[in-house]
């Protein structure tokens, strides 16, 4: 099978319940339920591809079927969110001690959605704190429920998946960022030099639930399938004062199926700019022609809720996006967030992803090249972080363990940058990095001198503190590999 299909392998490979499960008819091990789910995935995806216009019915047994929710339960159980309670106060590690454990937990679980008596509980509201510094609200939702969102999903996303445009990159398998990067960066190099910045406000409290309903319709016929996915829509918030609020609209951060229903909302965004490409030719000559007689060519690339649009046109071109995108938006209950919503051009620059995405002109040279490096609020982010695990108040911290905190946030960090113009930055980073590290060792032995510092911390590289046999990272050694940009040549997990 795909990429996809190998990862859940790996993944049912190293859970503890990798034994036999007996749950109703399914008596198997996780790893080959997963093989019979894609089974099922990849015919479903097969033949949503094959007709673009078919409804599917009789998918809700899928849902409740033994294999796919053991494979859900798998999924929630590896996902760090399971040390998370809903409001019911349970996470996944209690239900695995509970008399009968999992196996009679989705056996309950099973005949509930089955016999249509599953009836999602309000999610918990969590507010987290956001880079900007304000907070964003978590929705939370129980064991239970994320089980069933998970089920559902796998028998949603192969479908939906056949539709979705090569412009959207956001929460999709086998799709990542740098993907969404690399299309930036090959359509402003051929001209698309002007970009309108949309930031869609508050856009996972305010989907139309009606039109999101009927955008599912669009494909599934089956009445019970859409019924299960409004009943998750008005499942209702338990707010931090205790009271349960309703959910007339929005799909609440958090849960697993919230991502799949914010990009079959947002695809509305997608089929706009498509069908404008389309209308324009197929070929790079056509386009060309459309812009000789005054027209311009619009290139879409959007991640989840974050998106941009390429203009190869004029400024008037670009400056008239604005009241067509809010025109797409309003048919989803959602509009533009004014004051984020910018145009600019390439040779400005703007942020996106976490990179910075520019023109310069390349050293030594005159030629011009469209380059993607880390974002000032990128660095002032990674600098924040070192600077909170060397904080000279909590010298009491083991220096190994300070240092494995610091290779994790760094290392994270170094890999996710590593495919731009990034070198420069790195080094910054190292030199932020060492000056803090030496900084916190100095206030953790106050009465030794730098000496005997250097003979304690500084034996396995002279310029560069270890402990217990853990050396700290150097930032400014991760390698730079480009990520190649692969258009509409991304596989899915279930592509022949």
């Known amino acids: 099978m795909g990429k996809g299909h190998s990862e859940e392998r790996r993944m049912d490979m190293v859970m503890p319940q990798d034994a036999p499960v007996n749950i109703g008819a399914w008596s198997g091990t996780p790893a080959e339920a997963a093989d019979r789910v894609v089974g099922i995935q990849t015919k479903l995806h097969r033949w949503a591809v094959a007709d673009t216009g078919r409804r599917f019915d009789d998918l809700f047994n899928l849902v409740a079927d033994p294999a796919f929710m053991l494979t859900a339960w798998t999924r929630v159980r590896n996902n760090t969110g399971a040390r998370s309670a809903g409001i019911d106060g349970r996470v996944a590690s209690v239900i695995e001690a509970l008399p009968g454990g999992i196996e009679a ?3 309950d679980l099973r005949e509930q959605v089955r016999s249509r008596a599953f009836v999602p509980l309000p999610v918990r509201r969590a507010m987290i704190p956001k880079a900007s510094g304000k907070l964003r609200a978590l929705g939370i939702p129980t064991v239970a429920d994320r089980v069933v969102q998970a089920a559902l999903k796998l028998v949603l996303e192969p479908i939906f998946e056949a ?11 086998g799709r990542r960022a740098h993907d969404a990067i690399e299309d930036i960066r090959m359509h402003a190099h051929n001209g698309y030099v002007r970009v309108f910045e949309g930031d869609i406000h508050a856009c996972f409290d305010e989907i139309s639930h009606t039109a999101l309903l009927g955008r599912v319709r669009g494909r599934i016929k089956d009445k019970r399938i859409v019924a299960l996915v409004r009943a998750f829509l008005k499942a209702g918030v338990l707010a931090e004062d205790g009271f349960v609020r309703d959910t007339p609209a929005g799909t609440p951060q958090g849960g697993i199926l919230s991502p799949l229903l914010a990009n079959i909302a947002l695809s509305v965004i997608d089929e706009h700019f498509d069908a404008m490409w389309d209308a324009q030719g197929s070929t790079a000559s056509a386009r060309w022609w459309h812009r000789k007689k005054g027209g311009a060519s619009y290139r879409l690339v959007r991640y989840a809720d974050d998106f941009v649009v390429l203009v190869h046109g004029t400024d008037s071109h670009l400056h008239a996006l604005r009241g067509e995108v809010e025109g797409v938006l309003t048919t989803m209950g959602l509009s533009l967030s004014l004051a984020k919503t910018h145009a600019v051009h390439i040779d400005q620059g703007f942020d996106f992803l976490g990179f910075r995405i520019q023109r310069h002109t390349q050293w030594g040279s005159n030629r011009r090249y469209v380059y993607s490096y880390p974002s000032q609020k990128a660095m002032l982010s990674v600098k924040e972080k070192i600077k909170a695990l060397t904080n000279r108040q909590i010298t009491d911290r083991d220096p190994m363990l300070v240092i494995l905190a610091l290779n994790r946030t760094t290392r994270g960090w170094a890999n996710y940058f590593r495919t731009g113009a990034s070198k420069r930055a790195f080094r910054d980073i190292d030199h932020y990095l060492w000056w803090r590290a030496w900084r916190w060792l100095r206030a953790k032995h106050p009465t030794r001198n730098a000496q005997w510092i250097k003979r304690t ?21 991760v390698r730079i590999q480009r990520h190649a ?12």
């Open 105 to 107: 937990f989705l056996n």
């Open 163 to 173: 539709d979705f445009s090569s412009s959207s990159y956001g929460f999709r398998p």
């Open 457 to 477: 911390y500084y034996q396995d590289d002279p310029w560069w503190p270890s402990a217990s046999g853990w050396l700290l990272d150097h930032p400014a050694r």
């Open 485 to 496: 940009y692969r258009g509409d040549q991304i596989p899915t997990p279930w592509s022949a």
